[in-house]
């Protein structure tokens, strides 16, 4: 159970395009969605925090302008990266919950993007 | 200011022997902690979990300790297997908020 479908798995685009990223909750209902991005040999870095129907809250240093949420419903969050350049290139990951707190988040498989 | 620590980047253990991985954090306000298990390309999987009231928790060959005086966290993993071989990640929360805080992770190779 708790499966999250994470798509694309890769994407190579040139600079100054714009990216869409899908988190799906396969088989439960996530009231809560979570976007990271990891650099090599880093962290998982929290960007941003969704919660259906409402607007993403960004973590410090994020810009908001450039990573566009939107949690349209209890089973898809997206993620833009609008406008992307090569220093946007990273591995981004979702997550999601069906909690608001104190649950283990169940990852996707990560979209590994790449700006040339 | 990273608030979760895991100072060793890699470990080597050889097959059957216990692998140990620490972890330390500064929050005394975090009160439920995780491993997460993360191979290449992938997103990191669910492993183990504890919450500040209880000391040790145990799941297979799987056991976590946690020690709040100390701030530390340590995964025990016994007998340890070649298919263990990833990035283990700690990470921890407070039950006031819906965030957990990462560490930097610690990648486990194990020696067949």
């Known amino acids: 159970g708790a499966v999250v479908s994470q798509h694309p798995s890769r994407v190579i685009c040139k600079s100054g395009t714009s990216v869409k990223i899908e988190c799906r909750s396969l088989d439960f209902q996530a009231t809560t969605m979570f976007w990271y991005r990891q650099f090599p040999k880093q962290s998982l870095m929290l960007m941003a925090t969704?919660?259906?129907?409402?607007?993403?809250?960004?973590e410090q240093g994020v810009e908001k302008d450039k990573f566009l949420i939107n949690h349209a419903s209890l089973t898809l969050s997206t993620l833009t990266v609008t406008s992307a350049h090569p220093e946007d290139s990273s591995f981004y990951i979702c997550?999601?919950?069906?909690?608001?707190?104190?649950?283990?988040?169940?990852f996707g498989d990560g979209t590994r993007l790449s700006i040339l | 200011d990273q608030q979760v620590k895991q100072n060793s980047p890699s470990l080597s253990v050889q097959e059957g022997r216990i692998s140990i991985l620490n972890c330390d954090y500064t929050n005394s306000m975090f009160d439920y902690f995780l491993w997460y298990k993360k191979y290449p390309a992938e997103g990191p999987t669910f492993l183990i979990s504890i919450s500040s009231i209880k000391d040790k928790n145990e799941d297979g060959r799987f056991t976590v300790f946690l020690n709040k005086s100390a701030k530390h966290l340590s995964l025990h993993i016994v007998p340890s297997q070649p298919g263990d071989s990833a990035v283990y990640f700690c990470?921890?929360?407070?039950?006031?908020?819906?965030?957990?805080?990462f560490g930097t992770g610690t990648r486990l190779k194990v020696l067949a």
């Open positions: 990470a921890a929360s407070d039950a006031g908020t819906y965030k957990y805080i």
């Open positions: 969704s919660n259906e129907g409402s607007k993403a809250t960004y």
């Open positions: 997550s999601a919950t069906g909690y608001v707190s104190g649950q283990p988040q169940h």
